[in-house]
């Protein structure tokens, strides 16, 4: 691709991202995510090529939060195998909030995907025998390219005095037989996973890496396997915008998860990684200059996995 | 009334009753209840003219389970105060099962009435700075004229090995802050006090001074005050049954409370208290014998509220 | 009872109904009841004993609405039984709004109860291959004693331009086999029987033989057997205030049927009916002036199910 | 691609098609369906490139169904614009059964999308007065390249004794205000659709003309938009197998509608069309050939939208 078109599309799309900064709002449900700038914005997209485009602020840390679902589902297909993941939950988009109990207590045998909380609090107690804190936070700087990975352990107490709708969940599916580790475990290392610290860059690594079937580019080193990809890049397509997954998908389609921290971890297949931070939000919890900066891109450099541009 | 005709009824009642045990089954939820024999029986009415019938297995101990919402529910009304108690709970049937979360998760800001399990850990909640078990137990005594009435530990210890799902319902209550005091400490009262002994008698006692307006009859000594008393019955006839309450409401007509130990209070407004020990239950979790019991007992000596004998 | 006592307390209930009429609005989602003048108020008390007192606009018509639903129950059970309308309806509070599809997609073999608009369209299903609307109208005339009532023309027609929820519920009762005849037609008798013109005078009369066990105190003709009597009266208990019955219930304690046109039927078991007209409604569409007049009327006079008084 | 590898893949998935085929079962709920043949497959493939692969039963005529959900949206999208139809629809996957009220009722302003038949019906009243049955016939002939479509008489009739359910649904989408149009000439309208004659050959011209941008890859012409064919191509990714649109994204990883007469359009982007016909019906309403034909064929042909062989 032309790299003087990709620079002048990534600036048109910061400034569109920080025209509407303004008009969203920081997570306040924890202090600490209150702390955050809601001006604050970083793009880095990182071709399969090698080529890296930063724009504002891409080295700030954030907390991971939701993303995490992505390396945790990942790291489980990886060593548990596909069967005995979807064994405990589904992959269905749901129709309903990320949080919702509802459709888990009328459809009572699994989770509808590993997106949604109760889908991703099975999927942290499937690893808990498996793996300690610490090995799933070194995966998690191997496959974003980021040895710097570290919790936040300011955001992960916050979020532990404020854990009692997830430990409604996690009760919930051990009276449902789905977790059959402990619970509080498996809710903590759920919630350490979400505190950790990434920045726009480590996104894009880890977009990128998914971009290319899972092999790091640089060094061409398999670092995720191309089944766990694949499945990983379908789920983030179909469910990693909550219930706004369709839309989007018809708007950016590009496979995209995003975290209440104000990250955007997007993978435009075969092309590139592209990492977004921006902490002011949309009524649904997404960061909300993604939105705009994404359409843009995936209009502009034709990432729309229907899009005629990618042949 | 006719004591002849009230043997003679009650005897019946008691045959009709043993008939079906046998197509129902004992609770098994856990293994401690799953130790009754399916064949026992006990009827004990005690009227507030002071007649005392008994057939059957009525001293028999067995442990209270849901009855003691009711026991829980006065005693918030008492102490708390009537305005205090429904600015957390509702009071209305909510057409669901008793533990259903559906209800709750969609309509949040209260359990629909403290009869299902969400509303009865919400009164726990609201009684644990006030009260200790100690305390509650031997307000249990008072009302059931029992003073023999103690915590079955081994069915206290099966329950909360078993305790997953009440555990999602209280810390989803907590999230939506209506527990607002220790979460599993109001889970540990409310099972304590599910799992104190009664007997048929000690029922029939209970339920004796809730028709005689809260007055103990023998020796006119007012145990409950009469609004709270009068607040009980109407939301046992309501909501007391479960999703069943509508039907037993037009079929039998007498307020009444059941749980999953076998036991059933029954309250017939100013005539008599009614308890019932079988612990042979139906598919919704009711003493099997209950309803035909209960149904007999209504018909032949003119108990419905609506009956034209009660005048 | 003491005349002049119940004189007193009429007035003075009166006097706080018309102190929030304000408060409320007439029903708008037709022209027709639109029209209504939200000051207008009427309470009429029927004794069995052969007493009558109003106040207010006791002879304005207005349309009897939902309260039909209790004639065409009463004359269904008289003439199908017991057990062919509650093959096809249940008896169970559905803790959801009148006019709710949930539930009953959900909970597909029949609708929750006969109170709400899906049980009311069966038993009006069930009633079309027996009887006429004329025949049925003659019926209301009889139970009401009251020859003048007809249906209103206008308020008919503006109904069935406005139907296309009630038209829904009826064909996806059709599609779970509840219904069997003609939906059309079935939905049109529900309608025109909502139309029926009735004053606050002709439902005090219907409550009052209600009260009276289904005969006319009058002359001693039994106009409804006593069974058919009791399940109404249970029903409108459990379920004749929609999703607020549970609360009315505990707070005023006489079975009562609200009906959009600003009407309430109550009946004071043995004692008396009572009718109220006031187009004023709250925010769940019942009569705004009900509440108070009749919780005052209950606690003065005695008239709660569960009221000491009552012996 | 290579002749000879796709004839071979095409003969094995057919094989594997024919396998399970005596495991599923016609749909029955109207007797004309009932008389297709469960062993019949047909197998289409329609290249970009001009290549036709063809095996077992495709010219067999049977009704479209729910595939015409895709032409009426394309037409829709054409004619009357994305904001006018997302105005009316969404495009979110509804995590519930085709034929739901459920959500519909509970989340009032739209369908949640264009695949269920709540919106199918909606996007019919839509295109009511703007075309006439025989235009979309006509238009259904020029998408399908196939001037032979006609609408099976029988099949519609048969239908529209049996439409109780979609009829309670345009109703309940009339008294939301999302059909605007008249109600049964809407149903009226979908229902024809569904019941148009199509072969295996039909949809895999479609598909092939979806594959290919819109374009008519014999002759240049475009047929559709490739604004409207991409929006296709996403909701049928994401919405096309109701609620287990998810998993066969997973699983197969080609955009692809289902209908109840047991047709399946698939896209293969780029690629080739495919048309399936096999009326032996899985649990879920789908043609159980199409999951093992599709996956093989997805596999072997490298055609899942993240699949490595796509570049």
Redesign the interface.
């Known amino acids: 691709m032309n790299q003087e078109k990709i620079l002048n599309v990534l600036e048109t799309a910061y400034q569109k991202g920080k025209a509407v900064a303004p008009y969203g709002n920081v997570a306040t449900y924890i202090p600490e995510l209150g702390k955050a700038d809601k001006n604050n914005l970083g793009i880095s997209i990182f071709t399969v090529g090698g080529q890296k485009y930063n724009v504002g602020d891409t080295d700030r840390r954030f907390t991971i939060q939701s993303i995490s679902k992505i390396i945790s589902l990942v790291l489980a297909l990886e060593h548990l195998g596909f069967d005995k993941v979807f064994s405990k939950v589904?992959?269905?988009?749901?129709?309903?909030a990320f949080n919702?109990?509802?459709?888990l207590?009328?459809n009572s045998n699994k989770p509808?995907?590993p997106m949604i909380n109760s889908g991703a609090l099975t999927v942290s107690s499937l690893l808990l025998p498996e793996f300690s804190f610490e090995e799933m936070t070194e995966y998690a700087r191997k496959v974003c390219l980021d040895s710097e990975i570290e919790m936040n352990e300011a955001v992960f107490q916050s979020e532990m005095s404020n854990v009692?709708?997830n430990?409604?969940?996690?009760?919930?599916l051990?009276?449902k037989g789905i977790i059959e580790n402990d619970?509080e475990k498996s809710l903590e290392l759920y919630t350490k996973m979400c505190s950790l610290n990434v920045t726009a860059e480590s996104l894009a690594n880890f977009g990128m890496i998914l971009a290319a079937?899972g092999i790091n580019p640089a060094n061409g080193e398999r670092l995720i396997s191309?089944q766990a990809?694949?499945?990983a890049?379908?789920?983030m397509?179909?469910?990693g915008m909550y219930?706004?997954?369709?839309?989007f998908?018809?708007y950016v389609?590009i496979p995209t998860k995003s975290g209440v921290g104000g990250g955007l971890l997007s993978v435009a297949?075969?092309k590139m990684g592209i990492g977004v931070y921006g902490p002011s939000l949309d009524e649904k919890g997404n960061c909300i200059a993604g939105r705009p900066v994404l359409e843009y891109l995936s209009k502009e450099l034709g990432l729309?996995?229907?899009?005629?541009k990618r042949?």
Chains 1, 2, 3, 4 share one sequence.
């Open positions: 589904g992959m269905e988009p749901s129709g309903e919702s109990l509802v459709e207590d009328l509808f995907n009692s709708r430990r409604a969940i996690a009760y919930l051990e009276s619970v079937d191309a990809v694949k499945i890049k379908t789920i397509l179909t469910c219930d706004g997954s369709g839309e998908a018809v389609g297949d075969y729309h996995i229907f899009d005629r042949i």
